[in-house]
């Protein structure tokens, strides 16, 4: 969302792949136009664009149409104040005239995979307490102006309650604490908790038990990582028979078809009627806005003398952000990073019934004499970060899926290690799992 409004700034077609985003003209905008902006982008609707033309039949990414124009603003109502966010790169932006950005056609937004890998790393946690002492004291080196305006709307638009009638307004009096719902949204879609209990910090209370869990029912997708896990596997071993010229060929490509059905059943089995539409898009609309932050040297980060050098990582950029405020990361941060942007699409790709199909299962693993496949060399670089973030032994064929009756760890990612003389809150483990081993 965020992040292709940094580059949309720059290139409204998005044609220009020389392109370079530009974030720091994304914060520079007022809160409200940022926000109405989500409104814009929402009531387009945010139609899955990866696949090749023509391609499957697809669903919106939150459910059928009729859901988007159920819960969207009434057209004349949104189009009479619009956002104004236009191209250019002048700062402050001001308030310009049409066309407006990411309006004209539907924009793809992230699928929540996307937002429970991020918040996995901790960056809720380390931004938000950014933006606390920014507010309260001078802990922290003085703001530039510019950081000033981002600390601005990242509270405005995430760390207090939206403005009434909004498309962010997921919390309420009857679900006030957002800890919360966004991990009932995990727990629901993925049957997984964050890799860190939600201990008291400036964000909330401490929470006794798992209220995030409470009234869900059935209604969890308990094997989904068991499941994951297993088609990884399969796919690996897809890989290696597609490389090998003689031999026995133990590929399955009708199971690997199949482990992906199983996994389109669970997704969308979870979005019935439009459940979870609005929650997932201001969840990963919130983690997108963070990940801009710390993707580029943003004001922020220079402020912060956590810079990274122009082509430096994200992780290396939150761990320097992390040490001034006393929060370390995981240390398997850097592969959560680029995970979050590889399973995106490929979740939207399974979810949409893409390779439900034998023959359309092997664009997963067959890429021998097929010109850019593209497909299928994602699949060794997530099946790559996969073990090395979790530990599990994806390529190892002498390990095979637990029965989902096994005990398994509860939540496949380590906890951030807290830092010993740190003043701000720390994270220590959930006490309903155990840590991966990496």
């Given at each position: 969302?965020?992040r ?11 044609l ?6 530009n ?30 033309n023509p391609g499957?039949?697809l669903s ?8 988007i124009?159920a819960l969207k603003?009434p057209?004349l109502?949104?189009s009479?104040y619009?956002?104004?966010?236009t191209?250019?790169t002048?700062i402050?932006p001001g308030?310009n005239?049409p066309?407006?950005?990411g309006t004209?056609?539907p ?6 995979i996307?937002a429970?890998l991020?918040?996995n790393t ?6 938000g307490?950014?933006?606390?002492r920014y507010?309260?004291g001078e802990?922290l080196?003085?703001?530039s102006?510019?950081?000033l305006v ?7 638009l995430?760390f207090?309650?939206p403005p009434?009638f909004?498309?962010?307004g997921?919390?309420?009096q009857?679900?006030?604490?957002a800890r919360?719902n966004?991990r009932n949204a ?9 890799s ?9 209370p401490?929470?006794?038990g ?11 997708n308990a094997r ?12 690996w071993q ?5 490389r090998?010229?003689g031999?026995p060929?133990?590929t399955?490509?009708?199971y ?6 199983s996994?389109?059943e669970?997704?969308?089995?979870r979005?019935?009627?439009g459940?979870?539409?609005?929650e997932?898009?201001?969840y990963v609309s ?6 801009l ?7 922020v980060?220079k402020?912060l ?5 122009v082509n ?7 761990a320097?952000?992390?040490a001034?405020?006393?929060?370390n ?5 850097r592969e959560l990073?680029e995970l979050a942007?590889l399973?995106?699409?490929?979740m939207?790709?399974i979810?949409?019934?893409a ?18 496949p593209v ?7 997530i099946?790559?970060l ?6 599990t032994?994806i390529k190892?064929?002498t390990v ?5 009756d ?5 939540q496949?990612?380590r906890?951030?290690e807290?830092t010993?003389a740190a003043?701000?809150?720390?994270f220590v483990p959930?006490s309903?799992?155990?840590?991966a081993k990496?």
């Open positions: 969302m965020f292709t409004l940094a580059r949309l700034v720059v290139d409204p077609t998005l220009n792949p020389a392109a370079t985003p974030p720091d003209v994304v914060f520079a905008h007022n809160p409200r136009q940022l926000s109405r902006w989500l409104e814009e982008v929402f009531a387009v609707n945010g139609v899955v664009k990866y696949f090749p499957p039949t919106a990414t939150t459910g059928q149409q009729a859901v124009d603003m057209p109502l949104l009479a619009p956002s104004a966010i191209q250019g002048a402050p308030y005239v066309p407006l950005l004209t056609q924009l793809p937004w992230d699928h929540l996307y429970f991020l918040e901790g960056i809720v946690e380390i931004l307490e950014v933006v606390r507010k309260v802990t080196a003085p703001p102006v510019q950081t981002w600390a601005r709307n990242t509270e405005e995430f207090r309650d009434a909004h498309i962010l997921v919390s309420s009857l679900r006030p604490d919360v966004r995990y727990w629901r879609m993925f049957g997984r908790d964050l860190h209990a939600p201990l008291a910090t400036p964000l909330g401490p929470l006794d798992q209220p995030w869990k409470k009234d869900v029912g059935a209604g969890s989904f990582f068991d499941i994951w896990e297993e088609l990884l596997r399969q796919v897809g890989i290696l028979n597609d090998n010229q031999g060929n133990a399955d490509r009708s690997i078809a199949y482990l992906c059905q996994l389109s669970m997704l969308t089995m979005r019935r009627g459940m979870l539409a609005q997932e898009f201001a919130m983690l997108n806005w963070m990940h932050t710390v993707e580029y040297e943003t004001p980060v402020d003398k956590a810079e990274a050098g430096g990582n994200p992780a290396d950029r939150l320097a952000i992390g001034r405020v006393g929060i990361p995981p240390r398997e941060t990073f942007g399973l995106s699409p490929l939207w790709f979810e949409n019934g390779f439900n199909d034998e023959s359309d299962a092997e664009m997963l693993y067959h890429s021998n004499m097929v010109p850019n497909v299928a060399d994602a699949m060794i670089r099946i790559d996969w073990q090395s973030a979790t530990g032994r190892d064929p095979v899926s637990v029965s989902p096994a005990k398994r760890p509860a496949p990612l906890l951030p807290p010993p003043s701000a809150p720390v959930s309903n799992g155990t840590k990496v």
